[in-house]
């Protein structure tokens, strides 16, 4: 335990730093973990203040974010195409800005499926429970995307540090580091912690109004 608190103390004291090669090696012990959790969870909560503060942000923030993304990068493809077979020309940095962009829109999109409950749910299946067995299921729903978040914020924050400690550039580009990317995954992740705790507090509401529980739902639903 000791060492614990020990190594937890590390990790502060390297992002006091700014240090990229030590968050890096703090990030690597065990109390990495702890720190993902605290800032999943601190993160979870402040978005959950910041979106009964602004419903607007709370009803779109996901949606704009993935139509942001999208047309970014349908209009990088677009233009490069068109630039390569009319122009034989097309920038370097184009066919590797891509990826990364989809890498946000899976995930910022994955956060606004957890909220409009549009994954897998068994819908008919967990329809014929009883209320009881239908909390139970939605509470495991909602506790597995908490530990996948759990995990990927973890892993993805020591990916980012292990990318900015060793200066990794945007092929085709002079200045823009890939960590700026990475590190905007743990925070789709916390987005998405935040929407399986704000399902969870719903359904117990739900529950206690003897409200139905389990709903059909589709991806124009919001």
């Known amino acids: ?31 990495g ?26 009803q779109h923030l996901e949606r704009t974010l993935m139509v942001v993304v999208y047309l970014a990068i349908a209009g990088i493809i677009f233009v490069e195409v068109i630039r ?16 990364y962009l989809f890498l946000l829109l899976t995930w910022f999109g994955c956060a606004f499926n957890v909220k409009l409950r549009a994954h897998l749910s068994f819908a008919e299946f967990r329809g014929r429970l009883p ?3 239908q909390l139970a299921c939605l509470i495991l729903d909602n506790v597995l995307w908490l530990g996948m978040a759990w995990i990927a914020v973890t892993t993805t924050l020591k990916l980012a540090a292990n990318s900015a400690s ?32 704000e399902n ?12 139905p529980l389990i709903e059909m739902t589709t991806l124009g639903d919001t």
Do not use: C, Y
């Open 131 to 133: 209320r009881s067995g």
């Open 166 to 197: 060793n200066f990794q550039i945007l092929l085709g580009t002079d200045h823009v580091m890939v960590w700026w990317f990475v590190i905007l995954v743990p925070v789709s992740f916390t987005i998405l912690a935040a929407r399986a705790v």
């Open 84 to 99: 390569r077979f009319t122009l034989n020309l097309q920038e370097p940095w184009s066919t590797t800005l891509p990826p």
């Open 200 to 211: 969870m507090i719903e359904d117990l509401r739900r529950f206690r109004e003897d409200a």
């Open 1 to 31: 335990m000791q060492n614990l608190f020990a190594e937890f103390g590390a990790i502060l004291s390297a992002l006091a730093s700014q240090d990229s090669w030590e968050i890096n090696a703090a990030l690597g012990t065990p109390a």
């Open 33 to 58: 973990w702890v720190f993902g959790l605290l800032v999943m969870t601190v993160g979870a909560a402040l978005i959950l203040a910041i979106f009964k503060m602004v419903p607007l942000l709370d």
